[in-house]
């Protein structure tokens, strides 16, 4: 089975249409703002300290600005271009992720037809989530074919539905909104036909910046005329939670600096509140910590994946329930900050996984 890695690329260009890659030369800037050394730097990167420089000035000459600075005591330090720069290639990876692992995995799965016709591969359809990327890591390294789709949970399920994917994983908040919530999905799954696999109990919250700069308490401060939030994409499982939140204390979305803003994954929104394009964004908190933000827990969840009850115990999701009960996987999801891994890889019935009383099948 062969392995296929998307990856996005910055390139500036001057006016006389001379171009560098500043996706290349952001490995150096990091390490020189580790180092405080361009040739502490060089020498980590395995260049020569002529090409490090080489590198620098190229991109310099195409941007018109230095990359780098000199600090009395600290050696070399990155300008304010140099920081814009590494805030530019991660913010650009952060809201690209999902679609370009997607897209590998589905050129993947392509070449894999061919390569090996007889192989079943495992379609997920599913709400971004980091739980849900260590499993197709995992798998794909069990030599498991993968084809990965993130995209909203109500798409998700109805993708399920019509038989396009094996996996279809959303979430559910616990307490006075898993009714509401759940009623986006309940028309479309048969308690005779389906089941949900429990992925990890995780927790939602606003991202804000180190320290928490304006003072932002709950969601009551997105109301507020100074503050600039960016949500998630109409659809998902997280923007159907923040309406009902927000309904519950009053807050007219209409009234919230942002709220028409769409992004795909909590990474994006994650990214967003560090590059300074936004105060405050909300989802899980690993992406929070992922970018140096502060986490504002808001409220705890439950991710599902909703599958054909007669495929349990057929391939590929044999290996997916192998997995996902094994002690290393739930090590890995335990590390992710805001996460619980206890009941991964049960088998809930629907009426329990609605009422959020799970009884292992």
Not at 73 to 95: I, T
Not at 104 to 120: F, G, H, I, K, M
Request: aromatic share 6%; proline share 4%.
């Amino acid at each position: 089975m062969i392995k296929v890695e998307c990856q996005a690329q910055l390139l500036v260009r001057d006016a006389d249409g001379r171009e560098a890659s500043l996706t290349d030369v952001v490995p150096l800037l990091t390490l020189v703002a580790e180092e405080g050394s361009i040739a502490q730097a060089a020498l980590r990167r395995g260049l020569s300290y002529r090409h490090a420089w080489g590198l620098l000035r190229e991109v310099e000459a195409r941007l018109g600005g230095a990359l780098i600075a000199k600090s009395r005591g600290r050696g070399s330090v990155l300008s304010e271009l140099g920081e814009a720069v590494l805030r530019s290639q991660r913010l650009c990876g952060e809201r690209l992720q999902g679609n370009l692992q997607a897209l590998a995995s589905e050129v993947a799965s392509d070449l894999n037809r061919w390569l090996a016709p007889n192989a079943q591969n495992l379609r997920i359809h599913a709400s971004h989530g980091y739980a849900v990327a260590s499993m197709v890591t995992a798998l794909v390294a069990d030599q498991v074919p993968v084809e990965i789709k993130y995209r909203d949970s109500v798409d998700a399920i109805t993708a399920l539905t019509r038989g396009e994917c094996d996996l279809a994983g959303f979430h559910l908040p616990l307490g006075e909104f898993r009714s509401a919530c759940a009623d986006a999905y309940r028309s479309s799954l048969d308690p005779q036909r389906h089941v949900f696999i429990h992925l990890t109990r995780r927790k939602q919250g606003l991202f804000v910046g180190r320290g928490n700069p304006k003072r932002i308490s709950g969601l009551a401060d997105l109301a507020r005329p100074d503050i600039r939030f960016v949500n998630r994409q109409p659809g998902s499982g997280t923007r159907l939670l923040i309406d009902l939140l927000l309904t519950r204390i009053g807050v007219d979305p209409e009234r919230v600096n942002g709220y028409a803003s769409a992004e795909l994954t909590h990474s994006a929104i994650a990214a967003f509140v560090a590059s300074g394009m936004a105060d405050v964004g909300f989802g899980v908190e690993p992406a929070a910590h992922h970018f140096g933000l502060d986490f504002v827990p808001i409220a705890d969840e439950d991710y599902y994946f909703a599958c054909d009850r007669a495929q349990l115990e057929r391939e590929p999701l044999v290996s997916v329930l192998n997995r996902l009960r094994g002690d290393a996987f739930k090590e890995g999801v335990a590390r992710l900050a805001g996460y619980d891994p206890a009941e991964c890889g049960e088998v809930v019935e629907l009426a329990d996984g609605w009422a959020g009383q799970h009884l292992a099948l």
